[in-house]
């Protein structure tokens, strides 16, 4: 699913995502859980204001953000 996602450029100029976007759902990042780089894709697991976990995948070459995973905490 693609989403729009908002990043902060921190002092070496790496976007981190702070804020997701998906249909009139807006989820603030707690926490940036795990980050790995793929030869075309950065991929970024992060911890929402809302409890769930996301992986989020940034597609290099078109700047495209997709939603992999979305996983609720479990009461």
């Known amino acids: 699913m693609k989403i729009q996602v908002e990043c902060y450029s921190g002092h070496r100029g790496e976007e981190t995502p702070r804020r997701l976007t998906f249909g009139v759902r807006e989820i603030e ?4 859980l795990d980050r790995w780089l793929a ?4 991929y970024f697991k992060v911890l929402g204001d809302d409890g769930a976990t996301y992986i989020l995948r940034h ?15 479990k009461p």
């Open 39 to 42: 030869p075309d894709h950065r």
């Open 29 to 32: 990042v707690a926490e940036v």
């Open 59 to 73: 597609d290099m070459t078109s700047l495209d953000w997709e939603l992999i995973l979305f996983e609720e905490t």
